[in-house]
């Protein structure tokens, strides 16, 4: 514990020091002489007068300091049976010529694009090439639906979008060009060019204005790496709020890499040269921080693995991938493990291989249960560490830092706060609350490098969503409490969003939706418990006087419109037709009232409750309907 307390200690009282330290393990244009610093607007800035570039960092670097003949990236992809292994001197020299391509193309520093592609090379490569001319990347997660591509389309305007043929899940063929054209369509914004990579031969013909093939980008001359300010944009990742609307995360070049560079070394444990493996996509923030930029800033083997954990082929792919490329480090998130458990529960499959190499399992993303924990802990009989972050950091906040030191996980709590991070449990109107007391999770400010410095042409929305309610603190939007120790329990969120999965998803968004449907009087979307997902979302709806619509055809037609409008990975399945929903007396839905019927939890009817009869109802539905843990749910 000293060891840790010792670093933590200094990373809050001296920060300045700290991070400036950091920040020379890595290869700089012009080192920064201001460290932290705040704009006019008063958001804090890291090594605003600092020259860098993340991608030079990740690979012109690794070539000159002795790592060209090392592979930088394993792509595994058991979908497509193809397994192809890049060293860092190959991977800088597609990316190069990427880069050059694109800036053929028109595509320059400052310029936005949308990347919307499968788990394949081409879309590290098409990251890294943007990075390294200076252009902002915006990846968007490939099981969102055209209308989620559209909407990230118009926020952020992009010079250029680059996709690919298609897809695949387990054994079915998503084509990603159809999907593309509908949100080019419905988007405002109409991008230039269009870049598509061609998995296998035949896809539709690239012949519309601005459609080009990928690898033709790949024939000309390369492009230097350009020094950017290390506070200049390198990614926009949208993620979900509390509206329809996406919250575009900005991140920078400088503070990103520091950060991760720190990760690398004090979270993760792990050396340059050793496999370091996300089991995460491209399209979230794990796949940017971990599969991307910190495995390769670190010198590390990182696999870029297109599969799923059970039946590709089956519930020992996970194993499969850690033996075959010697994987040193682990990261995925729990719903992966329940998957595996549901299928191979006495993890017979795991033993079939070797494991010696694998230090240790790291999990994120949604609420590690302690059964999950337990279960695989006692299977792998090695550190399984949970930790916590978000989108919006970029790097975690929580957790075990294995580098400084090994402190015993506690099961359910997500660890100690990590260097940067100042937590703090709040109540509703501030007031700091004492150890084992839940409630609002917020860091106060400055956040260290790494963090959001704003949102995508939005800093009203910055700071209405994360700094408003806490004046000098950043507000996480979990909820969770401290215990005598320091630990970090952290019991969800306390806005509409769910985890579906490890997927990110607005119930907001998705009320929206279900109220747009003409025969719904009111709605309210809920995440309830699911066994493997950790949450799925539960819409109970009220129909407008006089409509006689049968339950199954109106779940049929909400499903189909979320599945439509979000996509497949919202999971959303179930639709209740109820008579009324209940509310306080100021007439807001008591949503957390009806989870916690659902999940079987206990709750205490509210004081302001406009007529608490309407929970008999409630309950009555859900049971009828076998909705929620509480009820046998479907
Ligand atoms: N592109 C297109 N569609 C996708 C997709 C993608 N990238 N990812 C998921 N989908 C679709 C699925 O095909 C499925 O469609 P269907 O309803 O037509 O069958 C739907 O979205 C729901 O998918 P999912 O919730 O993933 O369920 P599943 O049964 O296919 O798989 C798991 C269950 C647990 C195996 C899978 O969710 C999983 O691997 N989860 C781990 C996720 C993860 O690692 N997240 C990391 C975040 S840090
Ligand atoms: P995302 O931005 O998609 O990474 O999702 C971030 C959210 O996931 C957090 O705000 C939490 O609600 C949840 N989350 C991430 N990691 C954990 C964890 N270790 N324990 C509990 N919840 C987590």
Known sequence: MEKYTAIYRESIENKEAFWARQAEALHWYKKPRTILSQTDKGFYRWFADGEINISYGCLDYQVEHGRGEQVALIYDSPVTHTMQRFTYRELLDLVARFAGGLQRMGVNRGDTVVIYMPMIPQAVIAMLACARIGAIHSVVFGGFAPHELAMRIDDSHPKAIISASHGVEFDKIIPYKPLVDRAIEEATHKPPVHIFYERTPGYDKLDGAGEVDFNSLLTGETAACIPVLSTDPLYILYTSGTTGKPKGIIRDHGGYATALKFSMDHIYDIAPGDVYWAASDVGWVVGHSYI???????????????????????????????????????????????????????????????????????????????????????????????????????????????????????????????????????????????????????????????????????????????????????????????????????????????????????????????????????????????????????????????????????????????????????????????????????????????????????????????????????????????????????
């Open 292 to 634: 991307v930029y910190g495995p390769l800033l670190q010198g590390c083997t990182s696999i870029l693995y297109e599969g799923k954990p059970i039946r590709t082929p089956d519930a020992g792919a996970f194993w499969r991938v850690i033996s075959e490329h010697n994987v040193n480090v682990m990261f995925t998130a729990p719903t992966a493990i329940r998957a595996i458990r549901k299928e191979d529960h006495e993890g017979e499959l795991l033993k079939k291989y070797d494991l010696s190499r694998l230090k240790y399992l790291f999990l994120a993303g949604e609420r590690l249960d302690p059964p999950t924990y337990h279960w695989i802990k006692d299977l792998l009989q090695k550190p399984v560490i949970d930790h916590w972050w978000q989108t919006e950091t970029g790097w975690p906040m929580v957790g075990i830092m294995m580098g400084v030191a090994h402190q015993d996980p506690r099961a359910g709590s997500a660890g100690l706060p990590v260097c940067g991070y100042e937590i703090h449990i709040l109540s509703d109107d501030g007031v700091e609350l004492e150890k084992g007391k839940e409630g609002y999770i917020a860091a106060k400010l400055p956040l260290p490098p790494g963090c959001l410095p704003t949102l995508w042409n939005n800093d009203d929305r910055f700071i209405a969503g994360y700094l408003q309610h806490f004046p000098g603190y950043y507000q996480t939007g979990d909820g969770g409490y401290l215990d005598a120790d320091g630990y970090c329990y952290i019991m969800g969120r306390v806005d509409d969003v769910i985890n579906v999965s490890g997927h990110r998803l607005s119930t907001g968004e998705m009320e929206e939706l279900v109220a747009s449907h003409p025969a719904i009087a009111e709605c309210a979307v809920m995440g309830i418990a699911d066994e493997l997902r950790g949450q799925r979302p539960v819409a109970l709806v009220v129909l407008k006087d006089g409509r006689e619509l049968d339950e199954e055809q109106i779940e049929e037609e909400l499903v189909s419109l979320i599945r439509e409008k979000i996509g497949a990975v919202a999971y959303f399945r179930n639709a209740a037709i109820v008579k009324r929903l209940p509310k306080t007396r100021s007439g807001k839905i008591l949503r957390k009232t009806i989870r916690q019927i659902a999940d079987g939890e206990p709750y205490a009817i509210p004081s302001t409750i406009d007529d608490p009869a309407i929970l008999d109802e409630i309950r009555e539905t859900l049971q009828e309907r076998k909705l929620g843990l509480a009820f046998n749910q479907v």
